[in-house]
């Protein structure tokens, strides 16, 4: 499948005109700087952008060669109450002697407002990629989410949303179709293997042993990272004081939902070796906390649900120039052509065995 233009605009009205700047526009390095000012933290001018697409990100070095990372919320995304929410969960982390970054406490609070912008800063951490290939890294990314989920499941979230098939299955789709963004020549076909893939979703549960039936409605909810793919987790090897391993920055997009959305995503290849891999992680993970074997099942909706959420998240966000930029091929109908390929797949794979391990 050849990628459109990259001028090419998806056919639905949703992108900025040049009387309807994106707010990010606004957002200038004077403003960057401006906004740490005004916590107290004055940096030397050197700022770097990082790599996000939902929200800015900066690194700064401050006039005492101390770097910090200034995060500006996307206007409209999180409420003030459910960012809130993020960073004590970040704190009840650290607290913890979990892996994480949490959030300065600056002027006694952690969220700031500057201009159209909420923001944060956090001390700087590095990082790569963990090497998910070796089974020792696996199985220590296994230990480090048990230890997560034991703090997420100490108390639910209040403010933050949770991962069901409404959320990001049915609105997703509902979205889409009402803003035209699925082309003419592909919108029956997609809509019609959309529902498809969510009616399966929802025939899905199997027999539970305490009677009823399990599926993703019914699985225990805890407080969750929520996107717990490969780069989203840092990795720093051992020091001489055996410091080191995997850790998170952000948790931006933390919810409640079962356990095991925060392990398939880290799984790949063929059917082989997700099923070695799923076994290093849980080998660490069962060494700090209990993992239920039956949320094995919700990997192939989880994964359905998030090909339909990605989709609308793209097309949400392609009046923010970055996005046309990054996902030029976005949108064509060979885009959608593509999307229902890949959710017949799903149904096949829904059908299918789970994973064990």
Known sequence: MSPPDATEQPPFEN??????????????????????ASVGLYGDGRLMALSSYENRVYQATLEDGERVVAKFYRPQRWSRAQILEEHAFAAELVE??????????????????????????????????????????????????ARLHT???????????????????EEPRDWLVAHAAVPLDMQSRWLDVCQRALETIAASAVPSSAGGQFSLKTST???????????NILWTPLDEWGRGGPHFVDLDDARSGPAVQDLW?????????R?????????????????DRRELALIEP??????????????????????????????SSDYWSGQIALLEDQIEAMHEEPLAA
């Open 15 to 36: 992108h900025a005109t040049g009387t309807d700047p994106h707010p990010y526009a606004r957002l200038s390095p004077d403003q960057v700087l401006d906004a740490l």
């Open 96 to 145: 913890a002697e979990v892996p994480a970054v949490a959030p300065l406490v600056l002027g006694g609070q952690t969220v700031h407002q500057h201009g159209d912008f909420l923001f944060s800063v956090s001390p700087w951490r590095g990082g790569r990629t963990p090497e998910l290939d070796d089974w020792e890294v696996l199985e220590w990314i296994g230990r480090f989410l």
């Open 151 to 169: 703090v997420g499941a100490a108390r639910p979230f209040a403010e933050r949303p949770a991962l069901d098939v409404q959320s990001f299955g």
């Open 221 to 231: 909810q805890i407080r969750l990272h929520g996107d717990c793919h490969p780069g």
């Open 265 to 273: 995503m880290l799984l790949s290849g063929d059917r082989r070796q």
């Open 275 to 291: 099923t070695g891999q799923l076994s290093a992680l849980l080998e660490g993970y069962e060494q700090f906390r209990s993992f």
């Open 302 to 331: 989880l994964r359905t649900l998030r090909l339909i959420h990605y989709s609308a998240w793209l097309a949400r966000r392609w009046h923010d120039p970055i996005f046309p930029i990054n996902f030029p091929w976005f949108g």
